[in-house]
């Protein structure tokens, strides 16, 4: 919970997917009363719910271990009616671990929608994918882990097509309805006799438990699976994602499948994921590197009978990829803090991320952070790198706050900084107030840890 500065009103913007609350306290001294208000966004509602949620937060484990939806149902994919899933060891990664995942929608629709990597450089499944939500079916995804599939030629579509042509004949559906995914080292080809035979052993596991193994098996760096859920009136929604590094904004982010039991049509299924991306995984900055293979995926059953309206999924869907956006911050390589750095007084929400986004990317900063130095004069400058055009706001003006502490008033020195304990915990709240206007935004990053360098310098190693 944090203490916004003098003047600063809280709004459900400045904490969507931050997994916080803001609080703001007045004296309205014609009705002699003090008035409080505070946004918060928690993923589970209930105080019980809470406190499993906060245990899971002090052990470090995903917000949503042990907890289950209303319906009985698993936190996972296969939560929502209408799905199945596996996870097997093809033997694509040398540690014999997990590497290929098979999610298949059993309908009776078979709605989908994607969002895909922005960077130029693109890997063969992101193609190929493309190409199949483009007309709004598709029964199956299939995701390995163990080889990115990117920048290897022709040859490597070849390999993805005939990945989805193997699935579609396994599972009795063309193979232009399936997405097909991978992550993984860049530059080398798959072992497609090894891959083919993964597939057949995730089709023969494919069970309404599969959901967790699926999980597992897409994690590459990552160090636990990342999986959340959200009950609505009737109908669910889903999710997994994969990523610990290259996560930077460009539409997904890293690999995430969603699934729905809700009936809904595949143009609210787009506009749907559009929106909810927009706000959580677009605003995750681990390290300013986007990734070739990034994909966004939600599936649609209709298995629940209950039809959902383009604003309910896009809440529903929302929370779930917050929850999951949250999770890769928190397991982002070496980290050892996990910074949020909320814009207020902006001109325009655009403004707002683009000042965020300045900060989570300044080196500088993220160093700082990580010894534990409530440097506020790295975020200040880091502010002032935005063009005039992009975000106006007077540097004279701006106020920097750190953990509740204003160590930066109207462009200049504030409270003691010796205020903020950074080492006290994990998670770090930055508001930088610009008092330009009325618009805000988060956008979460992460300390530059010793660990980072070292795991990302030995990688193809």
């Known amino acids: 919970m944090h203490l916004l500065p003098e003047g600063t009103w809280p709004t459900t913007a400045m904490v969507t997917g931050a997994n916080t609350a803001l609080v703001q306290v007045a004296v309205d001294e014609r009705a002699r009363r003090v008035v409080a208000v505070c946004v918060i966004d928690n993923l589970v509602k209930g105080t019980a719910g809470a406190a499993v949620q906060s ?9 949503t271990t042990g907890l289950t939806t209303v319906g009985g149902g698993t936190v996972s994919i296969t939560a929502p009616a209408g799905f199945r899933a596996a996870g097997v060891t093809a033997g694509l990664k040398a540690s014999g671990s997990p590497d290929l995942a098979l999610v298949v929608n059993d309908g009776p629709d078979h709605v989908v929608a994607g969002v895909f990597t922005s960077n130029r450089v693109v890997a063969a499944p992101v193609t190929w994918s493309r190409a199949v939500v483009g007309d709004g079916v598709a029964h199956a995804v299939v995701l390995n882990s163990g080889g990115a599939n990117a920048c290897t030629g022709p040859e490597g579509f070849a390999d993805t097509h005939r990945t989805a042509e193997h699935v579609g004949e396994v599972l009795g559906v063309s193979a232009g309805d399936v997405v097909v995914c ?28 599969g959901g967790p193994g699926a999980a597992r098996a897409i994690m590459t760096t990552d160090t636990r699976p990342k999986e959340a859920v959200a009950t609505r009136g009737g109908w669910s929604v889903g999710g997994m994602a994969k990523g610990a590094g290259m996560l930077a904004p460009g539409l997904a982010t890293m690999l995430c499948v969603l699934t729905t039991d809700a009936a809904v049509d595949p143009a609210d299924a787009d506009a749907a994921l559009r929106a909810a991306t927009a706000v959580t995984f677009d605003r995750v900055d681990s390290d300013g590197c986007m990734s070739t293979n ?5 599936l649609a059953s209709g298995a629940s009978g209950a039809t959902a309206t383009r604003e309910e999924l896009a809440e529903a869907v929302t929370v779930v990829c917050a929850d999951l956006a ?13 910074v949020a750095v909320t814009v207020t007084g902006a001109t325009t929400e655009d403004a707002a991320v683009a000042v965020a986004r300045a900060v989570t990317r300044s080196n500088l900063f993220k160093a700082a952070v990580f010894g534990n130095d409530p440097n506020w004069g790295r975020v200040l400058s880091a502010v002032g790198t935005v063009p005039v055009e992009v975000a106006p706001f007077d540097a ?17 020195v504030g409270e003691d900084r010796s205020l903020v304990d950074l080492a006290a915990a994990r998670e770090v709240s930055v508001v930088v107030d610009l008092h330009a206007g009325g618009a805000a935004a988060t956008v979460w990053t992460n300390d530059l840890t010793h660990d980072y360098v070292h795991e990302n310098s030995a990688y193809s190693t």
Request: proline share 3%; charged share 20%; with cysteine.
């Open 55 to 63: 245990m899971n937060l002090a052990l470090g484990l995903p917000e």
């Open 182 to 209: 991978s992550t993984g080292l860049i530059g080398e080809r798959l072992d497609m006799p090894v891959l083919l035979g993964g597939v057949d052993a995730a089709a023969a596991a494919l069970s309404a438990d």
């Open 294 to 298: 990034d994909t966004v995926v939600l």
């Open 326 to 338: 949250r999770q890769l911050v928190a397991d982002a390589e070496g980290a050892s803090h996990d």
């Open 396 to 412: 004279d003006a701006v106020d920097v706050s750190i953990n509740g502490v204003t160590v930066c008033r109207a462009g200049g």
